[in-house]
């Protein structure tokens, strides 16, 4: 059985101070998508990690992206607004092209290619394999923080300090897509080639794991 480590050691903390060029985000650019939902969180943690933050309003922001974030929200409006802003084919095309990519929550419903109760209209980009179900684990009054164990590119086992708000589960997961994290018996965390998809939110808790390895994925 793999040892369960609980990263602590990668929460941000304002006691440990790393020199600007030894962080992990030092010269990366990452773009996170600024339409609605989760957008402050994830600029401040990349930002605390080293990164430029550019906040993606338009196609022309997806050139010159290390990587890209997805944040939660509403998934619904998300996609409306990619639609209306001239950004949907673009961010598929960016993605599709191999820009390492993260999507938390309702960003990982966008990413998927089926949803499986969507909102009348609703559509998602289609470059991630799996299926989802929206709002799984109940509304926003059921949400909690959680110690998850989260598979590593290298295969240890580690836990991080997260929080499931309205989460979705991954229903099916296609050829190529590895899980690499449950809750509650259900899929909530895959990886396949430059994408991570997430049901939870480590932006909300601190924890910097996930957006570490979406760093890592840089070349």
Do not use: Y
Not at 18 to 29: F, I, R
Not at 80 to 104: A, C, D, V
């Amino acid at each position: 059985m793999r040892n369960l480590v609980l990263q602590k050691d990668r929460l941000m903390s304002e006691t440990e101070v790393l020199p600007p060029a030894a962080l992990p985000g030092a010269g990366k650019t990452v773009g996170v998508l600024a339409l609605q939902g989760g957008v402050a969180e994830h600029a401040r943690m990349l930002e605390s990690l080293g990164a430029h933050v550019v906040l993606v309003k338009s196609a022309e922001q997806l050139a010159n992206l290390d990587a890209l974030v997805l944040p939660g929200g509403e998934s619904s409006t998300i996609d409306r607004l990619t639609r209306i802003f001239g950004l949907r084919q673009p961010l598929i095309e960016t993605i599709s092209g191999g820009l390492p990519t993260l999507g938390t929550c309702a960003g990982l419903i966008m990413l998927s290619t089926v949803i499986d109760d969507p909102a009348p209209g609703q559509q998602s980009l289609g470059v991630l394999d799996v299926s989802v179900g929206r709002n799984a684990f109940g509304s926003q009054v059921d949400s909690a923080q959680v110690h998850l164990p989260w598979l590593t590119p290298s295969g240890e086992e580690v836990v991080i300090d997260t929080a499931f708000i309205r989460a979705p589960i991954v229903t099916r997961t296609g050829e190529g897509v590895q899980v690499v994290a449950h809750h509650e018996g259900k899929i909530v965390g895959v990886r396949a080639g430059n994408i991570i998809g997430i049901s939870f939110h480590p932006e909300v808790t601190g924890d910097t794991t996930v957006h570490e390895e979406l760093l890592s994925l840089i070349r």
